[in-house]
């Protein structure tokens, strides 16, 4: 039995690295052969437009192109990547290192850190951090965070913003009817 599902496994195995291989070769032709290949997929490729956050719940963000992302998330004008953080707890300088390293340099970073108030211990570090490497930070609440972003992309700033999904939400009348139209729009109730 154990030598049966050896020889499954290693046929398995070879499928897959065979699988990985031609996928591999597919997309290397277009891509950038030299050290530091890096692969970035732009998703809204409207060049008037730049990325939005239309909606966020506490598992992740909606973007203007139908986008969902799950988890937390650094998002810039025309790309966004996920964010390795679990809660604002994790934001120390290690997390916000990469956004010093980005060219050409951002104006402004706006932090989104749940639903967590802002404390004066955590705003005091990050915003030394980002001092030291000349970039503006703003703490907010998500909520607020995914707004200023909007405006600020809207505007054309060079602007990224990292934001983690609140654990809490509170819904009005009009968050409520938007959900029910959405629902009958995908799956075509009728009320």
Same mark, same amino acid.
């Given at each position: 039995?154990?030598?049966?599902?050896?020889?499954?496994?290693?046929?398995?195995?070879?499928?897959?690295?065979?699988?990985?291989?031609?996928?591999?070769?597919?997309?290397?032709?277009?891509?950038?052969?030299?050290?530091?290949?890096?692969?970035?997929?732009?998703?809204?490729?409207?060049?008037?437009?730049?990325?939005?956050?239309?909606?966020?719940?506490?598992?992740?963000?909606?973007?203007?192109?139908?986008?969902? +992302?799950?988890?937390?998330?650094?998002?810039?004008?025309?790309?966004?990547?996920?964010?390795?953080?679990?809660?604002?707890?994790?934001?120390?300088?290690?997390?916000?290192?990469?956004?010093?390293?980005?060219?050409?340099?951002?104006?402004?970073?706006?932090?989104?850190?749940?639903?967590?108030?802002?404390?004066?211990?955590?705003?005091?570090?990050? +915003?030394?951090?980002?001092?030291?490497?000349?970039?503006?930070?703003?703490?907010?609440?998500?909520?607020?965070?995914?707004?200023?972003?909007?405006?600020?992309?809207?505007?054309?700033?060079?602007?990224?913003?990292?934001?983690?999904?609140?654990?809490?939400?509170?819904?009005?009348?009009?968050?409520?009817?938007?959900?029910?139209?959405?629902?009958?729009?995908?799956?075509?109730?009728?009320?």
């Amino acid at each position: 039995m154990a030598k049966v599902l050896q020889l499954a496994f290693s046929g398995l195995r070879r499928a897959n690295k065979n699988l990985i291989a031609s996928a591999s070769r597919q997309y290397a032709k277009a891509a950038y052969e030299a050290d530091g290949k890096t692969k970035v997929s732009i998703f809204n490729t409207e060049q008037e437009y730049g990325l939005m956050i239309t909606g966020f719940s506490q598992y992740g963000f909606r973007l203007n192109n139908d986008m969902v +992302i799950v988890g937390p998330m650094a998002i810039f004008p025309r790309s966004v990547l996920s964010w390795n953080v679990s809660t604002y707890e994790d934001i120390n300088e290690d997390s916000l290192s990469f956004f010093c390293t980005l060219e050409p340099k951002i104006d402004i970073l706006i932090l989104g850190i749940g639903d967590q108030p802002v404390t004066q211990s955590l705003s005091k570090v990050i +915003i030394e951090f980002m001092k030291k490497h000349k970039i503006n930070v703003e703490i907010l609440r998500t909520e607020q965070a995914c707004a200023t972003f909007n405006f600020l992309n809207a505007e054309s700033r060079m602007v990224a913003s990292a934001l983690i999904p609140p654990l809490h939400i509170s819904y009005n009348e009009n968050d409520i009817l938007q959900s029910k139209l959405r629902r009958k729009e995908i799956y075509d109730e009728t009320d």
